[in-house]
């Protein structure tokens, strides 16, 4: 039988970027991905199926509680398990809010405006059973395309993070094209864009407390890989003007390691949220293997 739902509104007061950097600055910059891959699932012990996403969902969270600013569940992979995966993730998300860990919901929706009030209302409206403190978002139909997000987001409290350079090789043939021209690369503009969102919201320039602490961090973020090398700097990315908090998935499975993050972002670090899945994940079966990877990256990170 399902139990009780949480309400899962915001706390209308307290933006998401201000609450991620509260998160940061109490437990540093490190998300855990909660990806269910077949593989771990078998690894674990676990079925592969609703009940098994369950029980490592749940291992997962129990285990990074007390030590991750956020978790990032994978929503593909709940999604392939149709509705019964789908209502899984819908009580990780309630347990995380219940557990006092931030969601980000790896969702990357993207679609014509009207649609993606859609997608918003899903994610980041009040009461939804997806609710999620922030959702991924895919700016390939235009970055205004994403307008219902940005503006339910700012409405309730939540976040958005917004693919600029993603860690998959992949993503150069798209985000780099237009690099030497007016106006920048994709991924410039992108940022360009978010940048706007978040000096607009705040009223006044954002960005972090100049101290290294991710103070007044914007709820408009992007996702940047940790695997992207130079890019950031040769693409000319303006991540501490950008002044929103920055994704960066590719640690440990995808390569990157804490001293590449640190090179790669520069002046920026403080802005980053380090993410691993699968590194952290081989950890368990058990709660204890997953807390101590998570624990080490998390020293890594803030060494
Ligand atoms: O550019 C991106 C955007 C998202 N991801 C997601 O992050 C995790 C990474 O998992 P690992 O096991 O740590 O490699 C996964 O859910 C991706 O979909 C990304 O890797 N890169």
């Not at 990806?35 to 749940?58: E, I, Q, V, Y």
């Amino acid at each position: 039988m399902r139990r009780p739902r949480s309400r899962r509104v915001s706390d209308a007061v307290r933006p998401f970027g201000e609450r991620l950097g509260a998160a940061m600055s109490r437990r540093g910059p490190l998300c855990v991905g909660i990806d269910p891959h077949p593989s771990l699932l078998a690894s674990w012990g676990l079925a592969d199926d609703a009940d098994g996403l369950r029980r490592f969902s749940a291992t997962v969270l129990e285990a990074v509680a007390g030590v991750a600013a956020a978790v990032k569940p994978q929503v593909a992979l709940y999604e392939r398990h149709g509705s019964a995966g789908m209502a899984a993730l819908e009580e990780l998300l309630a347990d995380a809010h219940d557990a006092g860990v931030l969601t980000i919901a790896d969702a990357k929706r993207g679609d014509i405006g009207s649609t993606m009030a859609a997608y918003a209302d899903a994610w980041l409206r009040d009461g939804s059973p997806l609710a999620a403190d922030a959702v991924t978002l895919s700016p390939y139909l235009g970055f205004e395309s994403l307008r219902p997000a940005l503006d339910l987001a700012a409405q309730t409290g939540r976040g958005v993070f917004v693919l600029a350079l993603t860690s998959n090789p992949e993503g150069a043939s798209v985000q780099h094209v237009g690099q030497g021209e007016e106006g920048g690369a994709v991924a410039r503009r992108i940022t360009e864009a978010a940048a706007s969102e978040n000096a607009r919201r705040a009223g006044s320039p954002r960005g972090t407390g100049g101290d290294g602490s991710p103070d007044d961090l914007g709820s408009v973020g992007l996702v940047v890989g940790a695997t992207v090398g130079d890019a950031v700097a040769r693409l000319g990315l303006d991540l501490a003007a950008m002044g929103g908090p920055v994704l960066a998935p590719g640690l440990g499975a995808q390569g990157a390691t804490a001293a590449v993050l640190r090179e790669t972002f520069g002046a920026a670090y403080a802005q980053v949220l380090g993410t691993s899945s699968r590194d952290i994940l081989s950890g368990g079966p058990g709660a204890g293997g997953v807390r101590a990877r998570a624990e080490r990256t998390l020293a890594e990170l803030s060494a």
